[in-house]
């Protein structure tokens, strides 16, 4: 359901009347009660007439005074306090009398008109997150996950050349000239943006643009992707034990939870940008960020090595989590120069998705079938599965069989970089590699597992160019190893 679409159940109040030639320019107040405990609200209007040029517009008045006018731009309408329609105000339902305003610039004196207007009260606001887009089969789609505009620190120059907040389009804009599929703004603390996202959601009608917070705090920083209202940052702040329970109330509520940039330093420089309370008390998050093209910036390129996400990401994986690998710019800029490490889609994380479009992409996220992009190579795939006896398995999922069973891994790749080594990983440690020289743009590539002890294992590929530099790399296929 788009925005401004109502809701498909019968509506709670409906105000019909009729309009005479006495109508003439003419204002006329149509007072309704919203009683306590609405969030908000939605009206469609109608009329007839319109053959002999009646014209009635419309607008809004709550108990405090004026939300709004469309006039006869809009025939439907929603306003409520994370959101409006535009031509309303965001902002609080409140109970009390509110009056919805027609203006009749024009009805013949010799005319009558019939109107209806049908309101629904919600308890709950309807957010961009539904919107669908055109591409309604299944791929894979490319996206960045963790963006800042101007609604918290993220800034670009002006037309005269002064540091400003970023408006959101500019990030949108870049988003689509990266051949980016989806995004999610992800602002420190607030949720301002929505209201931007849903003012740009109808012209950006080919990638699907998630809300989402960085959860912001002193002991680490949480991507909540998808999310659908204010974060209590407060709470979440007085303790790690606070921050794990804000967290899974948002993913009880519908949110992604990314531990982000995990390896960064805790300090002065950047307060809270580590993950302080260690990696056996991130029970709850459905991805991490094993790469964070911020944080490369500014550990001068190293893409590996203790600033990165990679050694949290695998003590996750040995503890026997499956946490979802991803790769995100965490820009803040969108005129960041295009081929570097940090600008929009930079890295990238691609995702297997039933179609393009919001629950399509969250439930592909957490499918876990989805791979980290470093260059942003447009169009390369990689998708590694583990062959059993009874079937092949995708990565995210998880394969169960017995010690003296046979199994093989195969890596299908598009879009390798020219001279690749391939690297075969099981739970952080290299079990096999090889080099790829192939020019062709589809590689298949199959491995023999053999030596698996009992346990549980995460088994992924780290694709490198031939600078020894990550290019990219799959998520885990799990693997359960029992004994015979
Ligand atoms: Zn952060
Ligand atoms: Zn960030």
């Known amino acids: 359901m788009a925005l401004d679409d109502v809701p498909k159940r019968p509506a709670d109040l409906v105000l019909e009347g009729e309009l005479r030639g006495e109508d003439h320019r003419r204002i006329r107040l149509l007072p309704f009660e919203v009683p306590n405990g609405v969030e908000s609200l939605a009206v469609r209007f109608d009329y007839d007439g319109k053959e002999t040029k009646t014209v009635i517009d419309i607008g809004l008045n709550g108990p405090k ?67 669908r887009v055109e591409a309604r089969e299944a791929g894979w789609f490319r996206g960045d996950l963790h963006l800042h505009t101007g609604h918290s620190d993220g800034s670009c120059k002006s037309q005269a050349g002064k540091r400003i907040p970023c408006p959101l389009f500019k990030t949108v804009q870049q988003a689509v000239d990266q051949g980016l599929d989806f995004i999610s703004i992800t602002e420190h603390n607030t949720i301002s943006h929505l209201q931007a996202i849903h003012e740009i959601e109808g012209y950006f009608d080919q990638i699907v643009v998630l809300p989402g917070v960085e959860l912001t705090t002193f002991w680490g920083h949480v991507n909540l992707v998808g999310v659908m209202g204010h974060v209590d940052y407060v709470r979440a702040s007085k303790s790690p034990d606070d921050l794990q329970s804000v967290v899974e109330a948002a993913r009880q509520s519908g949110a992604y939870a990314i531990l982000n940039h995990p390896g960064l330093p805790s300090g002065e420089a950047c307060m809270g940008c580590g993950w302080s309370p ?26 590996e090595g203790p600033f990165s996400g990679f050694g949290h990401w ?22 960041q120069i295009a081929e570097t490490m940090g600008a929009i889609g930079r890295p990238a994380t691609v995702v297997f998705a039933t ?32 062959n059993g006896p009874s079937g092949a398995v995708t990565m995210g999922s998880s ?30 440690e290299e079990m096999f590699s090889e080099s790829v020289n192939s020019r062709e743009n589809n590689v298949e590539l199959t491995i023999r597992l053999t030596e698996l002890s009992p346990g549980t294992h995460a088994v992924y590929v780290i694709v490198r160019k031939d600078s020894g530099r990550i290019s990219a790399m799959t998520n885990p296929v799990y693997l359960k190893v029992l004994q015979n």
């Open 278 to 303: 260690g990696i056996e008390k991130a029970y709850n998050f459905d991805g991490l960020e094993v790469v964070n093209g911020g944080a490369v910036r500014s550990t001068f390129g190293q893409v």
């Open 355 to 386: 179609e393009l479009s919001a629950p399509a992409i969250m439930t592909g996220l957490r499918s876990g079938r989805a791979f980290v992009d470093l260059d942003g190579v447009k169009g390369r795939i990689l998708d590694l599965r583990l």
């Open 399 to 428: 394969l169960s069989i017995t010690k003296d069973m046979a199994l093989s891994a195969t890596l299908s790749a598009v879009n390798l970089p020219a001279d690749a080594t391939v690297q075969w990983m099981r739970d952080g």
């Open 314 to 335: 695998v003590a996750a994986l040995s503890a026997g989590r499956s946490m979802t690998a991803i790769g995100s710019s965490d820009n803040h800029d969108p005129t």
């Open 65 to 131: 005074g004026f939300r709004g006018w469309s006039g006869g731009n809009k025939s439907q309408f929603q306003i409520g306090p994370l959101v409006a329609t535009p031509s309303y105000l965001v902002g609080q339902v409140d109970p009390g009398r509110w009056e919805l305003v027609l203006g009749i610039p024009n009805i013949r004196a010799e005319s009558k008109a019939s109107y209806r207007a049908e309101i629904w009260m919600e308890k709950r606001q309807y957010l961009p997150k539904e919107r």
